[in-house]
């Protein structure tokens, strides 16, 4: 019998990836939220860890481990995409000062898609790897603790790692630490924010798909996307 992948789960997996691709082209952009400067990147890439913690909860580690890894491969597409554009000749209709506006928006230093990447994989798979060892911990009570808990640590680990390959050695260290505390109490507060909604989603969707996985007896190895 072959497998089926149903409506939700496939829509999520979508959506997670749309979210990543969207993020890394708004994230240049600096916006100010108050007294805090941010980057557009906020208003969108926070999003991708609230599904992460849908899949997480409802389909279990293995899933939404097929869900980073595919989400990581379309992002590395899409930059590989961009990059073919940019040095791609403009015809004579696409003056320099096109070519110029395209490549800000598109073209990313090596660096900093590098950073991105790493610090993407940390905090999926971290973030992943809370919630589901704190689902069996609390006997499945409790979403709205793990689903806080495992935001903190992902999106603490991907500002760590992304801010310290893309900045280390360009701005201050001082600077540097506060970016990345800044842009975790941020991120984390988006997801506190969004949580009444996410429970509802939550709910709607174990009880549409009739499924609500405990991951017992798994390997935790991101590596092993053979394991479905």
Excluded at 120 to 133: R, T, Y
């Amino acid at each position: 019998m072959k497998k089926q992948v149903s409506v939700a789960f496939m829509v999520c997996g979508l959506l997670f990836t749309v979210c990543l691709i969207v993020s890394n082209i708004v994230e240049q952009k600096l916006i100010q939220i108050g007294p805090i400067e941010a980057t557009a990147g906020l208003l969108i890439f926070p999003i991708s860890y609230i599904i992460n913690d849908l899949i997480a909860e409802v389909w279990g580690y293995r899933k939404v481990r097929l869900i980073i890894w595919n989400g990581f491969l379309m992002n590395f597409l899409a930059v590989v995409v961009f990059r073919l554009s940019i040095w791609a000749p403009g015809s004579e209709n696409f003056t320099a000062e096109h070519q110029s506006a395209f490549n800000m928006v598109l073209g990313n230093t090596e660096r900093i898609v590098a950073a991105s990447f790493v610090a993407f994989l940390f905090g999926a798979f971290l973030n992943a790897f809370v919630m589901s060892k704190m689902k069996i911990m609390q006997h499945g009570r409790g979403f709205s603790i793990r689903a806080v808990a495992s935001t903190i640590v992902g999106e603490g680990a991907d500002s760590v790692v992304f801010f310290s390959l893309a900045f280390s050695g360009i701005i201050p260290t001082p600077a540097l630490i506060m970016l990345i505390l800044t842009q975790t109490a941020m991120k984390t507060g988006y997801e506190i924010i969004a949580l009444p909604l996410t429970n509802i989603l939550v709910k709607w969707v174990k009880k549409r798909e009739e499924t609500d996985v405990y991951d017992t007896d798994i390997s935790y190895n991101p590596l092993k996307i053979n394991d479905l």
